[in-house]
């Protein structure tokens, strides 16, 4: 299927002819063509389903522990720790996926907060 759409591409059919010639979505015509046309190729080989991850887990547990100790940081800052830290540049948005995957919230940093507080732990007893 790959094949044909790759050569209808070539032939500038629009993609509404090529999904009826292979019994497609339009948008599986797209992709496969901006693929085409970015990487030389139809479909992009790939050892694993899905998105490449971009974050090592030493990576994630460094972002994890970072917010555990300064839980105010926005993502915008840990974005820069973490280039100081690694070297690499990651966008806010890969801040908040680590942060959800490992079950963060901003409840749960406040509590760990509290809990090391010695004032707060006082106060507690």
């Keep these: 299927m790959h094949g044909v759409i790759a050569h209808a591409v070539e032939r500038d059919q629009t993609n509404g002819e090529i999904a ?3 019994s497609v979505s339009k948008s599986t015509v797209k992709r496969a063509a ?3 046309f970015h990487f030389g190729t139809t479909q992009l080989n790939r050892g694993k389903r899905g998105r490449q991850q971009t974050l090592n887990i030493f990576q994630e547990e460094w972002i994890c522990d970072l917010m555990l100790g300064r839980h105010t940081l926005l ?3 840990v974005t820069w720790e973490f280039f100081d830290e690694w ?3 990651i966008t806010p948005r890969i801040v908040y996926d680590t942060l959800k995957r490992h079950g963060f919230t ?3 940093l406040r509590r760990d ?3 090391r507080s010695q004032i707060l732990r006082n106060t507690w007893q």
């Design 20 to 22: 009826k010639i292979c």
């Design 106 to 108: 901003r409840k749960l």
């Design 34 to 36: 901006s693929n085409l």
């Design 75 to 77: 993502a915008d800052e």
């Design 113 to 115: 907060d509290e809990q």
């Design 87 to 89: 070297e690499f540049v």
